[in-house]
Every structure is written in structure tokens, then in C-alpha cells.
């Protein structure tokens, strides 16, 4: 159920909250390091295929990039290797889309819940209604993408890329093999677009629609780059890299709470509960995850496990977060809370 908003929060809505600090420059490399040379010769899953363009990826690589909200990059392994951005684009799309029309908007259209079901799943509209739940998924993706500003496909396109630009901090090429690859192999995708247009979630023409999302999962982007986007969420919208503001902290707070719940897909629920941060994953092998206040994280090595997910970036990730202290649920209790246990306890 949707709740209403509390006007009184309004004027909140842009103050960003830290949650401390990353650790000293030198700490932070050395674990990347470390976590990189623990985790390269794990060679657990396989490369996604159903996009044949994507089955030709080198299995052993793996890059890791961390990237501060003071604006410093660390890097370990194949991180200026670049990729297709894939999934991970859905969650700063979301984000690009919420801050242009609107939190209410988007939330009403496309919903924020988490399916329970494959990214790609069909049966997840057809039970709820033709609502796609989440942005995050298939469905929700498109769904979102038709919102994007522009009355044409190619101002939606051009919207989509500049905007994924800034995230990154420079302009991101189009990967021409990947898009031709992929728009052969989609016909699920449009089939799930115009699923949605018989249910009225369909703000533009669905083949079109399908087409700019294709080209968005097709952006190349490095570990770094992808680190950097990471970043600029857990900046509250502010690229660290280059100062410039992308998106809102009210739209950077909404699109972590998000990612938090539906980033991995159906092992979300694992993801939170072993990791303790919202992330995002992508077919072509790579994970982001955020730490607010902190800085953004970022892994890639093409190898999956059955849900779509990068082993080597899982563990690697599951590593660091404990590591660097990013985990968001993770607190030590304060020196005198001994002495205010009785205190409050006898209220009981």
C-alpha cells in the first residue's frame, strides 16, 4: 500500500546525511588488493550467453574500483576493462526519471516492490495486475524508460545517454556489436513491453520503447566508471569526480531505498542480509553497491551464478563491505550504554 507523503518533510528533502568516512587512502588499496588477489582464481559459474555477443567474454577477468565521495578512485585488476552496462543501467535511469517527473509518478506507474521472480519473468505482471513492481526488473525498466522526457524515441535516447553520461563523468560510447546483438535476441522484451501497454503502463510506443532500453544496456562503461556512478548516489546526486550535480539527494535516497530491496533480483533479501548495502547487478558480470555518505563500490568478472550474478563480485563485495565498514546496519554501541541499561530498562 502506498503511503502519502508528509508535506512537513519537504524542506528535508535535500539535506544528504553522512554516514562517516572510508577508511585512509592506503587501507582502502590494500584491501582492494587484497580482495582481488583472494578472489581471482575462485571460477565458480558460467558467462551469460542468451546475448551471444556477451558469451564471448573472457571468463578470467576481474576488476574492482572504489570510488569516495571526496572524489578519490581506487582501482585493483582489470578495471579499466569496459563492458556493456547491462541491468546496472535500470537503477540510475530510475533515478534520472524520478528527478525529471517526479517521485509520485514514477512510483505510481512503474511501483517499487520486489517481485520475488527472474528479472525477466512474464508471469510477475500477469499477477500483479500488469503493475511491472519494480524498476529493476524486465518490466519496471521499460516501464520507466517510457517516461523518460521526449515526445520522440530519439530525445528519450538522448535524455537516457547524457544522463548516464553525467553519472559517469564522461561521455559513454554505445557498444554498436552488443546493441545489434542484443535487439536480434529481444523479442521477450518487446513481448513484455506490449504486455504492459495492454495493462495501460505503457507511456510510449512499446517497440520503441524496448529499442531505447536496448541501447541504454548497451552504454560501455569501465569498473571505475561504474564506481563513480555508485559514488555520485552515495553523494546525494553529485558527481564526486567532477562537482557536477546529476540528480537530487531526495532521487539519490529514493534510488538506493530501491536497489536496496530489488537490486539482485530475487536474492535481494540475501544480498541486504550479507552485504548490508543497496546494489545492483548486470548480466555482462558487473555489481555496484553503495554506502551513503561513504562512496560507491563496483566489481566485475563475467562468470554468473543462476539468478545473474557475478560470483567473484559477490564474494569480493561481501569481503569489502565488512572490510571498509560500509555495511549500513553494522554499529557499536556507545561506552555508556552499560550505564543506561537500567535506567531504561525499568520502564519495562
Known sequence: MQVGLDESTDS?????????????????????????????????????????????????????????????????????????????????????????????????????????????????????????????????????????????????????????????????????????????????????????????????????????YTKQCSLLVSTRDLAVMAATLADGGVNPVTGERVVSAATSRDTLAVMATTGLYEMSGDWLYEIGMPGKSGVSGGIITVSPGKGGMATFSPRLDPAGNSVRGQSATRYLSRALGLNLFASQPEPTAGSRTTTEGSTS
Not at 528535508?12 to 590494500?30: I, Y
Not at 533515478?95 to 512510483?107: P, Q, S, T, Y
Request: aromatic share 6%; hydrophobic share 45%.
Open 12 to 212: 528535508l528533502d535535500d539535506q544528504a546525511v553522512s554516514t562517516g568516512s572510508l577508511p585512509d587512502e592506503e587501507r582502502v588499496q590494500h584491501l582492494l588488493d587484497t580482495a582481488h588477489g583472494r578472489y581471482r582464481g575462485l571460477d565458480e559459474g558460467v558467462v551469460a550467453d542468451y546475448i551471444p555477443e556477451l558469451g564471448i567474454a573472457d571468463p578470467g577477468l576481474f576488476g574492482l574500483a572504489v570510488a569516495g565521495v571526496g572524489g578519490r578512485v581506487f582501482v585493483a585488476g582489470d578495471s579499466s576493462h569496459e563492458i556493456s552496462i547491462q541491468s546496472i543501467s535500470k537503477a540510475f535511469v530510475f533515478a534520472l526519471v524520478c528527478d525529471a517527473i517526479g517521485h509520485d509518478e514514477v512510483w505510481r506507474t512503474v511501483g517499487v516492490n520486489n517481485t520475488g521472480l527472474p528479472f525477466n519473468s512474464v508471469m510477475a505482471l500477469e499477477l500483479n495486475g500488469g503493475s511491472p513492481m519494480n524498476p529493476m526488473v524486465n518490466a519496471g525498466a521499460l516501464a520507466t524508460t517510457a517516461l523518460a522526457p521526449g515526445a520522440t524515441s530519439a530525445a528519450k535516447w538522448k535524455f537516457v545517454h547524457d544522463g548516464l553520461s553525467r553519472f559517469a563523468g564522461r561521455v559513454l560510447e554505445l557498444d554498436i556489436a552488443v546493441y545489434e546483438s542484443e535487439a536480434a535476441n529481444n523479442q521477450r522484451n518487446q513481448a513484455i513491453a506490449r504486455l504492459l501497454q495492454s495493462y495501460g503502463r505503457m507511456a510510449f510506443d512499446p517497440l520503441q520503447t524496448t529499442d531505447v
